[in-house]
C-alpha cells in the first residue's frame, strides 16, 4: 500500500548523530527520492555527489560555492546542485541546518538546454 510520509524538524534534528563530524541523517527514501537532514559544524567537505540535489535552508546563513559560482544565502532559500558538481558551504553559522534531497538516475536528469 503506497502512504504518504511527514516528518518535522524537531524530530529530524534529533535523529541526528551526536558525533559534530557526522550531522547527517537519511530519514526517508522512496524510489530515487532520498530526504535528510544535514547540519554541518566547522568545515563542510563533502564532495560530489552522482545524482541531482536540492538543499532547503532551515537555518542558518553563509556562503554556498556551487561550481565556479559563490554567493550569499540564509533561511527559508532553496539551493539545487546537479550531478557530479563540486560544492560547498563555506564560512556558515554554527546552526546551519538543512534538509537535503536526492533524486533520479545515477549521473543526473537530462533536460534539453533552454527548457
Same mark, same amino acid.
Request: hydrophobic content about 40%.
Given at each position: 500500500?503506497?502512504?504518504?510520509f ?14 559534530p ?38 537555518? /542558518?546563513?553563509?556562503?554556498f560555492v ?9 533561511? /527559508?532559500?532553496l539551493?539545487?546542485?546537479?550531478? /557530479?558538481?563540486t ?16 533524486? /533520479? ?11
Amino acid at each position: 500500500m503506497k502512504h504518504g510520509f511527514q516528518i518535522g524538524i524537531e524530530s529530524a534534528i534529533a535523529a541526528l548523530p551526536e558525533a559534530p563530524a557526522e550531522q547527517y541523517k537519511i530519514v526517508y527514501r522512496h524510489g530515487t527520492f532520498e530526504a535528510g537532514l544535514y547540519a554541518p559544524r566547522g568545515v563542510d567537505d563533502q564532495m560530489p555527489h552522482t545524482r541531482d540535489e536540492a538543499y532547503v535552508v532551515v537555518k /542558518g546563513s553563509g556562503h554556498f560555492v556551487c561550481g565556479d559560482s559563490r554567493k550569499a544565502f540564509s533561511a /527559508g532559500e532553496l539551493l539545487f546542485v546537479p550531478a /557530479g558538481m563540486t560544492h560547498r558551504f563555506e564560512r556558515f553559522s554554527n546552526d546551519l541546518t538543512v534538509w537535503v534531497i536526492f533524486y /533520479g538516475p545515477q549521473g543526473g536528469e537530462h533536460v534539453e538546454e533552454g527548457a
